[in-house]
């Protein structure tokens, strides 16, 4: 398991010069702190309101007052002040390595989730049989792959359970993938399979190609015009890998690893840009074929579950990075009231039809007793540099001249039939593109209603957009209704706005 959060909490004894709330000061407050003053209203796991009430909290600690019963040593207050006159730093988790470290050298947990071209003859074998025997379940058996492949849209109950886009994403998927593994070891001989994963910024598998894999046909019909008899369908695999290019997958997923809250690996969430990992996502599978660009069937690919694996693998991997595999740690990176609401407000924990709650996946090692190993090969990583919207006047910033980032915003999704792309044109032609994936009847759906309107973002160099004509086109998926480019005053007149990016030295 990854070190205890408290693990990196800074030296008692010696002042940090230079702390930031990542690296230093989340890790100060105990659980008894936190209690305490979550009664009188101060949240001591979130950074604004640690920022809000720092000359209150300073002023407590200084003179010896707070904690009751175990003060803070002088080294400590120093430290304290020392974020404070340097503008409350966010930094990162210098503790991070040591996590992964430990994450390592731990014993071994009772699921490990592998790299699926790591497998070997006799898992791909028993992978096989698993998928080929919940396949030939009865449709009205709960461990069929109808089932459950049925509970992420339609036939069980369409917009109502699935999450995308709003902060019970992870959680749910992580749930969602649960069941399904549960599904698979109900079958004679396959108690301890596991589900591997496709690390998507890799080529799409050569065993994913073939029987079982390949394809699934729907016993009976789910509706939205997918009948019994309908074969799952993808693209040629040569243009799978031309889309995954095209739409930048891999660089949103690294942007997505650089990101220190939960709320900019997430991306879109609190208006945040839309450039992380629910675009990689949404991008991934408007990238595979007809079926995965649809969440009415989406699921019924097979190529789903090894994709979305791969998802809760990242997930992890950022948890991990940012200690955030327990409860306490993970609230300590979000930011927004809707994001933490999830964990912290008993109605909200649900995730229906799962008897899991949100606080039930934090930590994915202990509770669910599921790891993953790292994928056999990888893409070089991008370095992303760590460029960002705003930042506090209090320090020092640069404008990165060569960078900038195109947000178009306003878009009123619940007018578009369907999952669609926004293409960024230079001179008529695209030089970004982003997926949005949604049902069709996204206006029916309550997830979707939540964030109607919705943005994309294109971090691009400044000598890809200067000196040329822009222009934005909004693809829907299905061009029956009014072709190729959706017209803009049907989804609400959406803007672009075109800024330089900061960052930090």
């Known amino acids: 398991m990854p070190a205890a959060f408290t693990s990196s909490a800074p030296s008692k004894t010696t002042p940090v010069a230079d702390p930031t709330w990542y690296g230093d000061i989340r890790y100060m407050f105990t659980d008894t702190d936190i209690a305490h003053m979550g009664n009188q209203s101060l949240d001591l796991t979130s950074y604004d309101a640690v920022v809000a009430s720092a000359n209150g909290i300073y002023g407590q600690v200084s003179a010896g007052l707070m904690p009751p019963g175990s003060p803070w040593s002088a080294a400590w207050t120093q430290t304290f002040l020392n974020w404070m006159v340097a503008g409350f730093p966010k930094g990162t988790d210098t503790g991070s390595k040591v996590a992964v470290a430990a994450l390592a050298a731990a014993a071994p947990v009772g699921r490990i989730r592998k790299d699926i071209n790591a497998l070997q003859p006799p898992e791909i074998a028993l992978l096989k049989q ?30 109502l359970w699935c999450q995308h886009h709003v902060p019970a994403y992870n959680p749910w998927h992580r749930a969602f993938l649960l069941g399904f593994e549960n599904a698979l070891r109900s079958v004679p001989g396959c108690e301890q399979v596991t589900l591997p994963y496709w690390d998507i910024t ?29 074969v799952t369908k993808r693209f040629a695999y040569p243009t799978i890998e031309a889309n995954l290019a095209g ?41 595979i074929g007809p079926t995965m660009s649809d969440p009415n069937a989406a699921a019924f690919d097979p190529v789903f579950w090894f994709f979305h694996a791969n998802w809760d693998r990242l997930f992890w991997q950022w948890q991990t990075e940012m200690n955030a595999t327990d ?3 993970l609230l300590t990176t979000i930011e927004s009231a809707a994001s933490k609401a999830i964990f912290t407000v008993s109605v909200l924990e649900s995730m229906t039809p799962f008897t899991l709650k949100t606080v039930d996946i934090v930590d994915s090692v202990k509770s669910l007793d599921v790891d993953y190993q790292p994928p056999q090969a990888r ?3 991008m370095k992303v540099a760590k460029l960002q919207q705003s930042a506090f006047a209090a320090k020092p910033f640069r404008v990165k001249t060569d960078m900038v980032d195109v947000c178009v915003s306003g878009i009123n999704r619940l007018k578009i039939p369907g999952s669609f792309t926004v293409h960024l044109l230079k001179d008529g032609q695209p030089i970004a593109s982003r997926f949005f994936f949604q049902p069709t009847e996204a206006e029916k759906c309550s997830t979707c209603v939540q964030n109607a309107t919705v943005h994309f973002n294109f971090e691009l160099p400044l000598d890809a957009v200067k000196d040329g004509q822009l222009s934005v086109q909004v693809e829907p998926v299905d061009k029956s209704f009014v072709g190729a480019n959706f017209p803009s005053k049907m989804m609400g007149n959406p803007k672009v706005d075109v800024r330089f990016l900061l960052h930090h030295d």
Not at 131 to 155: C, E, R
Not at 203 to 230: C, E, H, M, R, W
Not at 255 to 280: C, M, Q, V, Y
């Open 130 to 159: 698993a998928f080929s025997g919940i396949m030939a379940k009865n449709p009205t058996d709960p461990n069929s792959y109808f089932v459950q492949a049925g509970l992420h849209w339609l036939p069980a109950h369409p917009g």
């Open 379 to 381: 893409v070089a990583e």
């Open 202 to 230: 890799t080529p799409f598998p050569d065993v994913l190609k073939s029987a079982p894999f390949d394809a699934y046909t729907l016993p009976q019909d789910i509706g939205q015009g997918y009948n019994a008899g309908y």
């Open 247 to 287: 739409f930048n997958v891999t660089g949103d997923i690294n942007r997505a690893l650089s990101k220190n809250n939960w709320e900019d690996f997430h991306g879109l969430l609190d208006n945040r840009p839309n450039n992380t990992i629910i675009s990689a996502h949404d991008s991934g599978h408007g990238s």
């Open 327 to 329: 409860l306490r740690g």
